[in-house]
């Protein structure tokens, strides 16, 4: 009898232990994959940190200088050098603007006929040819790009739209225009949509922006230290929705100025950190997120680079398989759920704040070897 109640106790242990494990499983399974569906999005949203450590002075001379921002006064296309990265290497031939435009030449110049507006000389202003090339390998048609372009300008020339990209281009134009071309951050956070409400959130804590050695953006979020609940009792998913595109802006002028100016298509990678992840996000955080993901394809093509999920729980690396249908088709291809153990280690992502730290420096050389993985 004694043995009896002894086995019917171990059994009951046994599946309260068993029960328990499972909703641990359950509930990081559910936090990680709403954190993760979701950290697509933000990583393209991160604010404006250190973005004069990418290889070559930021000036405005060989951006637009229209408030569309994509388009330029001139047909010429881009004189390029195979070895204009700052780190001295060859280009990649999959970056080689040069060699890209080779083979998508004839879209890209069918991509010419799509003008915005006037210029303030009355002329029809063309789209600058990074940005036709950007349009030309992200679709597999000509005329799927030709619409896209389209759409991409109608956005730009139109209501909120318009509002979001003349911000950016004003701001962008000032932060670029001082001493050797160093980054102003300041006066692009401060001309953020609704910054006086959201910066106070979104800090170098959370999220930063840093460069590669090749000029690439590189987007560090720790999703874990976002109050977003808070946040979202100050602003509406609109105007935060508003902030986010703004930023996206921000970082395909600095993107696309790079690439003219080095040869090298450069593009964003996304390091989205799961350390200290222990809840899904707030609905309305998410729908924000969302409905600016949802246009980032559509507006800024072949501008995402790889998406690299850090640090996910050991309990969880069993189900990455599980976790890649949750990005979208374009992320999945470039996604990677890897162990960054340098970025692990920090408190926060303030030490990637300092210019020329070494602790910058090992999670920048971490990152260049996982992405090479």
Same mark, same amino acid.
């Given at each position: 009898?004694?043995?009896?109640?002894?086995?019917?106790?171990?059994?009951?242990?046994?599946?309260?232990?068993?029960?328990?494990?499972?909703?641990?499983?359950?509930?990081?399974?559910?936090?990680?994959?709403?954190?993760?569906?979701?950290?697509?999005?933000?990583?393209?949203?991160?604010?404006?940190?250190?973005?004069?450590?990418?290889?070559?002075?930021? #000036?405005?001379?060989?951006?637009?200088?229209?408030?569309?921002?994509?388009?330029?006064?001139?047909?010429?296309?881009?004189? $390029?050098?195979?070895?204009?990265?700052?780190? *001295? @290497?060859?280009?990649?031939?999959?970056?080689?603007?040069?060699?890209?435009?080779?083979?998508?030449?004839?879209?890209?110049?069918?991509?010419?006929?799509?003008? #915005?507006?006037?210029?303030?000389?009355?002329?029809?202003?063309?789209?600058?040819?990074?940005?036709?090339?950007?349009?030309?390998? /992200?679709?597999?048609?000509?005329? !799927?790009?030709?619409?896209?372009?389209?759409?991409?300008?109608?956005?730009?020339?139109? #209501? @909120? *739209?318009?509002?979001?990209?003349?911000?950016?281009?004003?701001?962008?134009?000032?932060?670029?225009?001082?001493?050797?071309?160093?980054?102003?951050?300041?006066?692009?956070?401060?001309?953020?949509?609704?910054?006086?409400?959201?910066?106070?959130?979104?800090?170098?804590?959370?999220?930063?922006?840093?460069?590669?050695?090749?000029?690439?953006? $590189?987007?560090?979020?720790?999703?874990? $230290?976002?109050?977003?609940?808070?946040?979202?009792?100050?602003?509406?998913?609109?105007?935060?929705?508003?902030?986010?595109?703004?930023?996206?802006?921000?970082?395909?002028?600095?993107?696309?100025?790079?690439?003219?100016?080095?040869?090298?298509?450069? !593009?964003?990678?996304?390091?989205?950190?799961?350390?200290?992840?222990?809840?899904?996000?707030?609905?309305?955080?998410?729908?924000?997120?969302?409905?600016?993901?949802?246009?980032? !394809?559509?507006?800024?093509?072949? $501008?995402?680079?790889?998406?690299?999920?850090?640090?996910?729980?050991?309990?969880?690396? /069993?189900?990455?398989?599980?976790?890649?249908?949750?990005?979208?088709?374009?992320?999945?291809?470039?996604?990677?759920?890897?162990?960054?153990?340098?970025?692990?280690?920090?408190?926060?992502?303030?030490?990637?704040?300092?210019?020329?730290?070494?602790?910058?420096?090992?999670?920048?050389? !971490?990152?260049?070897?996982?992405?090479?993985?």
């Amino acid at each position: 009898m004694r043995n009896e109640t002894k086995l019917i106790m171990f059994k009951s242990i046994a599946t309260t232990s068993t029960t328990t494990l499972l909703l641990k499983v359950s509930l990081l399974l559910c936090c990680s994959a709403s954190i993760i569906n979701y950290a697509s999005a933000f990583s393209s949203s991160s604010p404006f940190v250190a973005l004069e450590a990418a290889g070559g002075k930021c #000036g405005t001379s060989s951006i637009s200088t229209t408030t569309t921002s994509i388009t330029t006064t001139s047909r010429e296309r881009v004189v $390029l050098s195979a070895y204009a990265t700052s780190s *001295g @290497k060859r280009i990649d031939s999959k970056k080689d603007i040069e060699i890209l435009l080779g083979k998508n030449r004839r879209v890209v110049n069918s991509l010419a006929s799509v003008v #915005g507006s006037k210029n303030k000389d009355g002329e029809d202003d063309v789209v600058s040819e990074v940005t036709r090339l950007r349009f030309a390998m /992200a679709f597999e048609t000509g005329w !799927e790009a030709k619409i896209a372009l389209k759409d991409a300008i109608e956005y730009r020339e139109k #209501g @909120k *739209g318009k509002a979001i990209v003349d911000a950016a281009f004003n701001a962008f134009t000032i932060a670029t225009s001082g001493e050797n071309g160093k980054w102003d951050n300041d006066i692009v956070r401060d001309s953020a949509p609704h910054a006086s409400r959201i910066n106070k959130y979104i800090t170098p804590k959370n999220i930063i922006s840093l460069s590669t050695a090749d000029g690439d953006l $590189l987007y560090v979020i720790r999703a874990s $230290l976002i109050n977003d609940k808070k946040m979202m009792n100050e602003v509406t998913v609109d105007q935060l929705s508003e902030f986010f595109m703004y930023v996206k802006e921000i970082h395909n002028l600095v993107a696309n100025q790079r690439s003219e100016q080095t040869g090298r298509l450069c !593009e964003v990678i996304f390091a989205n950190d799961i350390t200290g992840v222990r809840k899904p996000p707030d609905s309305r955080f998410s729908k924000a997120l969302s409905s600016s993901s949802a246009q980032y !394809e559509k507006l800024y093509p072949t $501008l995402a680079g790889p998406t690299l999920i850090t640090n996910l729980p050991f309990i969880l690396q /069993a189900f990455v398989s599980f976790f890649k249908p949750l990005f979208p088709k374009s992320v999945q291809k470039k996604l990677k759920f890897i162990r960054a153990p340098v970025l692990g280690s920090f408190r926060d992502l303030t030490p990637l704040a300092d210019y020329n730290g070494s602790q910058k420096k090992s999670f920048l050389a !971490e990152i260049d070897k996982l992405v090479k993985k």
